[in-house]
């Protein structure tokens, strides 16, 4: 059986798309906050995978996403002020996003992750704040989910990477072990 370490509705979503028969486990690894964001990113998802009870021949992925802006890990916010910050921070700015997973079997723990360069475009006062009401915002890393359709933006690399599992190079790296 595979197992997805993930509460997240969008990773559920990303991962239907390679895998259709998978479990939702959650996972209450502590995470990091590094100054690196790939060691952030790669080491959170090897501990959310290491932290789940798994049966012979069971795999489980694990993900996290991070938002990068000139040298700054932008989080989840934790609370609506902060996101709105977070927001005002990336309007018509180019900013990262980086996603690491891990696969882990009986055998090994596979780790990678993909980097996306996003550009946002300017935004006011008013639509920031409008978009924060919606809720939306609170659980995603930079307190923007780029499928809202609230963001207007550009993007160089993986959209699913910037939803929070880059599904092109996991797909590669299943393969890769045989599955």
Same mark, same amino acid.
């Given at each position: 059986?595979?197992?997805?370490?993930?509460?997240?509705?969008?990773?559920?979503?990303?991962?239907?798309?390679?895998?259709?028969?998978?479990?939702?486990?959650?996972?209450?690894?502590?995470?990091?906050?590094?100054?690196?964001? #790939?060691?952030?990113? =790669?080491? %959170?998802? +090897?501990?959310?995978?290491?932290? #789940?009870?798994?049966?012979? $021949?069971?795999?489980? +992925?694990?993900?996290?996403?991070?938002?990068?802006?000139?040298?700054?890990?932008?989080?989840?916010?934790?609370?609506? &002020?902060?996101?709105?910050?977070?927001?005002?921070?990336?309007? $018509?700015?180019?900013?990262?996003v980086y996603t690491g997973y891990a696969i882990r079997? *009986?055998?090994? =723990? #596979?780790?990678?992750?993909?980097?996306?360069?996003?550009? +946002?475009?300017?935004?006011?006062?008013?639509? +920031?704040? *409008?978009?924060?009401?919606?809720?939306?915002? /609170?659980?995603k890393a930079g307190a923007y989910g780029i499928q *809202? $359709?609230?963001?207007?933006?550009?993007?160089? $690399? &993986?959209?699913? %990477?910037? /939803?929070?599992?880059?599904?092109?190079?996991?797909? %590669?790296?299943?393969?890769?072990?045989?599955?």
């Amino acid at each position: 059986m595979i197992y997805l370490a993930s509460a997240s509705p969008r990773r559920r979503e990303l991962l239907k798309e390679i895998i259709p028969d998978f479990r939702i486990v959650g996972s209450d690894a502590e995470e990091i906050a590094d100054a690196d964001p #790939v060691f952030t990113v =790669t080491q %959170n998802a +090897i501990r959310k995978a290491s932290a #789940v009870g798994c049966g012979r $021949g069971d795999t489980v +992925i694990a993900a996290d996403t991070v938002v990068w802006l000139e040298g700054r890990l932008l989080l989840k916010p934790r609370s609506e &002020s902060e996101a709105l910050a977070m927001l005002k921070s990336l309007a $018509g700015r180019t900013h990262f996003v980086y996603t690491g997973y891990a696969i882990r079997t *009986d055998s090994a =723990t #596979v780790a990678d992750f993909d980097c996306s360069e996003v550009y +946002i475009h300017p935004m006011t006062e008013r639509q +920031i704040a *409008d978009y924060v009401a919606t809720g939306s915002p /609170m659980d995603k890393a930079g307190a923007y989910g780029i499928q *809202d $359709g609230f963001i207007k933006y550009d993007l160089k $690399g &993986s959209f699913s %990477n910037v /939803m929070g599992l880059p599904v092109e190079k996991l797909r %590669n790296s299943l393969s890769l072990i045989g599955l």
